[in-house]
């Protein structure tokens, strides 16, 4: 992701989550140290971006989304076969992230990939009070799942 793709992940933001990110976050993220963000494209059209922050041998995978118009394309794992690469790279060990225990899709998705769910955050998500699953994804030394 880049400063020029921040009008676009910002609109896309809008349309996905119902308590989306203000386009100035995505400002300071593009200067976080810590954080990698990545973008798939369509053309010249957004069609999904995902990002993860990096601290020590974890990671946490902050966001995720696809248009919906291009949804069940592969996007999404695409995406995160990209954060998984650098998790890699950075020598990342541990990977967590939150999901909508309603986003039956999504979590799908990431136990296609080796996530599990390691526990739950009553009340998580602020537009409707729904809980959050947590899920986690282990590396080893070769970047594969545990």
Excluded: K
């Excluded at 809008?14 to 053309?43: H, I, K, M």
């Excluded at 118009?69 to 998790?87: K, M, N, S, T």
């Amino acid at each position: 992701m880049a400063v020029h793709d921040i009008s676009q992940v910002s609109a896309l933001e809008r349309v996905c989550f119902t308590a989306p990110w203000d386009t100035a976050a995505y400002f300071r993220e593009l200067q976080n140290p810590s954080a990698y963000y990545l973008v798939a494209r369509a053309g010249e059209e957004i069609a999904g971006y995902g990002g993860m922050w990096a601290i020590g041998d974890e990671a946490h995978i902050v966001t995720l989304a696809v248009a919906q118009v291009f949804r069940q394309r592969g996007i999404g794992r695409r995406l995160l076969d990209g954060l998984l690469e650098e998790a890699h790279r950075l020598a990342i060990r541990h990977i967590t992230l939150e999901v909508r225990v309603t986003n039956v899709p999504a979590q799908s998705l990431y136990r296609s990939l080796g996530f599990r769910v390691i526990g739950h955050r009553r009340r998580y998500y602020p537009d409707n009070g729904e809980d959050a699953a947590v899920m986690e994804l282990t590396l080893d030394d070769s970047g594969q799942s545990d």
